[in-house]
């Protein structure tokens, strides 16, 4: 039994791998599950530290810190003041998670997935229509 369970793992194992369905070693980002600020100069207690100790939101923040500066290189350089002050404004929000002891990192996390989403509209194009 254990032999046949042991024997459908590999072969299961081989099959995604053949598919390119598996994840590739190779292709591991060494940033991944990293902010894309420094950590030694976050806070103690502050959200920069939470970000920081959590592997979901270091991610949410290196992945919302790209879509930002893709953002930047698609808006024209007259509308960089109206990107700027959204995301000062995006960042007081965001920071209004601490405020909540019971559920920060989830709003932390919900802030980061708007903002993401707000940003690929900057992206395309579409947050300037």
């Not at 420094?38 to 103690?44: E, F, M, S, V």
Request: net charge positive.
């Amino acid at each position: 039994m254990i032999r046949t369970r042991f024997a459908l793992a590999v072969a299961a194992a081989l099959v995604l791998s053949a598919s390119g369905t598996a994840p590739a070693l190779a292709k591991v980002d060494p940033q991944d599950g990293k902010p894309s600020f420094n950590c030694a100069k976050a806070r103690k207690g502050s959200i920069d530290e939470m970000i920081c100790s959590d592997y979901e939101l270091s991610h949410l923040d290196r992945e919302m810190a790209r879509r930002y500066v893709n953002a930047q290189k698609q808006t024209p350089r007259a509308a960089w003041p109206d990107l700027i002050g959204v995301q000062r404004k995006w960042i007081a929000s965001r920071n209004q998670c601490m405020g909540g002891k019971g559920k920060r990192i989830a709003c932390i996390a919900f802030a980061y997935e708007n903002r993401i989403l707000r940003l690929v509209e900057w992206e395309d194009g579409s947050a300037l229509d």
